[in-house]
């Protein structure tokens, strides 16, 4: 097995069995058996720590119900922090186009639901609301850069069990790409009192 990685990142050496190079390099590893000696990983956090957001539910773990265009995907890239370093992305929608998710529940009530988005230059305005209820106001993911950052989506009532989340995609800022990309990290449901 060839290991190999274009960034400058912590390597986990175990699964590597051959290296190669031009005639006259010289490698810099050390022989390390203790390090051979792991299991193979997996994933990154097998091998680096990782931010977890707590007592959220993953965007990439919501099953996706419905989608009326575009394409979804589990974006995987470290460099945006998000947490588990994914997102469930949606992109090459257009406005009127809805994505379903179904969000499970552990008590029926109702819930602020915050949600960890994505934005960026090409990021879409959408609306956001949960089974029957009225959605949120637009909101739009416009930003010069890519980041993310928790948004109150407001009070709504969730039933136990699975329950229907729908983004819509509304428009776009003027300046902004018309790509409509759409990106969950995580959603926060806290039961109000």
């Known amino acids: 097995m060839e290991l190999w990685h274009w960034r400058n990142t912590r390597m986990n050496f175990a699964p590597a069995t051959f290296w190669y190079a ?7 590893v050390e022989p390390d058996p203790e390090s051979a000696a792991l299991p193979v990983a997996r994933k990154r956090s097998d091998v680096v720590e990782t931010f977890q957001a707590k007592d959220a539910i993953e965007g990439e773990s919501l099953k996706i119900l419905e989608k009326t265009g575009g394409t ?3 974006q995987a890239l470290d460099e945006w922090q998000w947490s588990g370093d994914q997102q469930l992305w949606w992109r090459d929608g ?47 993911r416009f930003n010069r ?38 990106g ?4 926060r449901l806290e039961k109000s009192p």
């Open 184 to 187: 969950l990290d995580y959603l």
């Open 22 to 28: 031009r005639p006259g390099a010289k490698w810099n």
């Open 72 to 74: 979804t995907e589990i």
């Open 145 to 182: 850069g890519v980041a993310h950052d928790l948004i109150d989506l407001g009070e709504f009532t969730l039933q136990k069990g699975p329950n229907r989340m729908t983004v819509e995609i509304v428009g776009a800022r003027l300046e902004a790409l018309k790509k409509y990309m759409f």
């Open 94 to 140: 257009k406005p009127g186009d809805k994505l379903v998710l179904e969000v499970p529940s552990a008590e029926a009530g109702k819930y602020r639901v915050r949600a960890n988005l994505t934005k960026a230059v090409d990021y879409g305005t959408v609306r956001i609301g949960f089974n029957d209820q009225p959605p949120t106001e637009p909101i739009d």
